[in-house]
């Protein structure tokens, strides 16, 4: 193999590695990064927003563990905690970022939520 084609493979390999690895795996991390991008949170904003996002993931997960509840039931019971961390995150939020914040809440976020967001079947 020629000296410059290896470079090319490798060079696209790492670029392909790299972009990967940016992507956040944790869905605290992930909910938090779409927040961030939707609504322009800043640096206080975001350490503000992840102990919130945490508590509301953690709620989320125990739910979700829970087999025997129906789609129905899931987001009945999720509801609340999206509620409380709803609440507490418009504390800090300008006006603005509220008003997107509303318009970002009506779109679904299955990337986030799953089988929880009401779009898909369990």
């Not at 490798?10 to 992930?30: G, I, K, N, R, Y």
């Not at 961030?36 to 953690?58: D, F, S, V, W, Y």
Request: net charge positive; proline share 5%.
């Amino acid at each position: 193999m020629k000296p410059s084609r290896l470079f090319v493979i490798v060079s696209t390999l790492m670029v392909a590695l790299s972009t990967v690895a940016q992507q956040p795996t944790d869905p605290v991390e992930a909910h938090l990064k779409l927040l961030t991008e939707k609504l322009g949170l800043t640096e206080q904003q975001q350490t503000k927003a992840r102990p919130i996002l945490h508590e509301m993931n953690e709620a989320e997960q125990k739910i979700k563990a829970d087999d025997s509840l129906s789609q129905k039931e899931m987001l009945e019971r999720v509801r609340p905690f999206r509620e409380k961390a709803d609440k507490k995150l418009r504390k800090f939020l300008s006006d603005d970022q509220k008003a997107k914040l509303d318009q970002l809440e009506h779109q679904p976020h299955t990337e986030l939520h799953g089988n929880l967001s009401g779009a898909a079947q369990k």
